[in-house]
């Protein structure tokens, strides 16, 4: 039995992605049967440092090619790290204290805060459907882009869960492809239906209307 495409080489894994990136019917959103244009691409954790040079090197790759249905150009990528865009809307908030920013002040009491009520507190000012997701969308809205990417995902976790993210994107990306950089894996069985497993190792949540990547065709 040949070895599935995700647990192949990076090398392997880069060209299935320009391929399957590049092509017109993932860009033209082809064979979709009315699901969201959401793709899954998961990588072991251990591999994150390499993912995000290969995010990279796609990112420029895709740029250089030339797509009859792009009128000959390149694919053009929004990329978004979910970790950059909490920090932002962190930095912009308003603190507790008169002209002091919450960033500053998470930072002064983290040391001292329990981890549970930390976790509160961020979930709390970062939540999903109230800063996040317009976040995203004014990026949306600022940017002419081909393929949405979204990484970031583990060093969010777990204030910040991948399935909550994909939900609330559903009426804001939906009309461009997006992919999704996942360390886990994102799996799929007739008695449990899809799953995305953080890290390999926690059920982050049941989560059905995405494509794994590695499983698309050209």
């Given amino acids: 039995m040949n070895q599935k495409i995700s647990q192949q080489p990076l090398s392997n894994r880069f060209e299935h992605l320009i391929e399957v990136i590049g092509g017109?019917?993932?860009?033209?959103?082809r064979g979709l049967n009315n699901d969201l244009p959401f793709y899954i691409c998961e990588f072991r954790a251990s591999e994150a440092f390499e993912m995000?040079?290969?995010?990279?090197?796609?990112?420029s790759s895709l740029a250089n090619l030339s797509v009859p249905c792009l009128g000959g150009r390149g694919v053009r990528v929004?990329?978004?790290?979910?970790y950059d865009v909490s920090?932002?809307?962190?930095?912009a908030r308003e603190g507790s204290r008169e002209g002091s920013r919450l960033w500053d002040e998470l930072i002064a009491v983290e040391t001292d805060v329990e981890k549970d009520n930390l976790l509160e507190l961020l979930q709390n000012v970062l939540g999903v459907e109230d800063y996040?997701?317009?976040?995203?969308?004014?990026?949306?809205?600022?940017?002419?882009?081909?393929v949405l990417f979204l990484s970031g995902i583990g060093e969010v976790f777990p204030y910040i869960r991948s399935?909550?993210?994909?939900?609330?994107?559903?009426?804001?990306a939906k009309d461009k492809p997006t992919v999704l950089f996942f360390p886990g894996e994102y799996r799929h069985s007739l008695e449990q239906g899809a799953s995305l497993e953080l890290f390999g190792l926690l059920h982050d949540d049941?989560?059905?209307?995405?494509?794994?990547?590695?499983?698309?065709?050209v």
Wanted: net charge positive; charged share 20%; no cysteine.
């Fill in 78 to 82: 929004l990329d978004i790290n979910l």
């Fill in 206 to 217: 049941k989560y059905y209307r995405a494509f794994n990547i590695f499983e698309t065709q």
């Fill in 52 to 59: 995000q040079r290969l995010q990279r090197h796609l990112i």
């Fill in 132 to 146: 996040l997701i317009p976040a995203i969308g004014e990026r949306l809205q600022q940017t002419d882009f081909d």
């Fill in 163 to 172: 399935h909550n993210v994909l939900n609330n994107l559903q009426s804001t």
């Fill in 87 to 91: 920090i932002k809307l962190l930095q």
């Fill in 24 to 29: 017109e019917r993932f860009l033209q959103m």
